[in-house]
């Protein structure tokens, strides 16, 4: 069995301006290209994990969505990082079905996402993280069984016992910190 980091993307990755269909609008936050290096480096895969309602809302399209992804990893290459996979929820309950579905076991903080890439990559839970700035993503982590890492400012209300970190960074150290105490 494998283990994973299951990475939210807007507000953890990068800036979250609200639903980016330029690739141009899209930067990652200082040192995360670096921090996922060593993160990769340290043998976990890097999966994303991310909610993309625009599609559904009709404000980005599965071709604009793809091209930002593309930049994400070209930005990622240029630090020697790269996702091995990128899972996303194009749903939202409240706006059109996309491919037939609205409601879904996708969205955040549904764990379908995270379930999937469990089955498609032989995924060790108890050795795995889900980071991300919004309680959807501790949400999901612990729906999933998977510790969750929460990046904000202050600790996230009704989760204090959740590792919180300023940034990707911080997390980062912490987490290759911990792996090497475990060996």
Same mark, same amino acid.
């Given at each position: %069995? ?22 141009? *609008? ?51 290459? /240029? /630090? *020697?990082?790269?996702?091995?996979? @990128?899972?996303?929820? =194009? ?18 903080? &549904?764990?379908? %996402?995270?379930? &999937? ?5 032989? @995924?060790?839970? &108890? ?14 982590? @612990? ?13 996230? =209300?009704?989760?204090?016992?959740? &590792? ?6 911080? /997390? /980062? ?11």
């Amino acid at each position: %069995m494998r283990k994973a980091i299951f990475l939210d993307r807007d507000g953890t990755l990068n800036p979250d301006p609200g639903y980016i269909s330029n690739p141009d *609008d899209f930067i990652l936050f200082p040192g995360v290209g670096e921090a996922l290096a060593n993160l990769k480096k340290a043998g976990y895969l890097l999966i994303l994990i991310t909610n993309q309602s625009g599609i559904s809302r009709g404000l980005i399209s599965w071709q604009q969505l793809e091209l930002v992804h593309q930049k994400l990893q070209n930005l990622l290459a /240029a /630090a *020697d990082a790269s996702l091995d996979a @990128i899972y996303l929820c =194009p749903h939202h309950p409240d706006y059109p079905p996309v491919n037939g579905v609205s409601a879904c076991d996708c969205r955040k903080p &549904q764990p379908g %996402m995270i379930l &999937q890439a469990i089955k498609d990559f032989d @995924i060790d839970t &108890q050795s795995s993280y889900v980071i991300g700035d919004r309680g959807s993503d501790v949400k999901i982590a @612990i729906n999933a069984g998977i510790q969750p890492i929460y990046i904000g400012k202050s600790l996230l =209300p009704g989760y204090e016992k959740v &590792q919180t970190f300023v940034d990707l960074k911080a /997390a /980062a150290e912490w987490l290759l910190r911990e792996s090497a105490n475990k060996v």
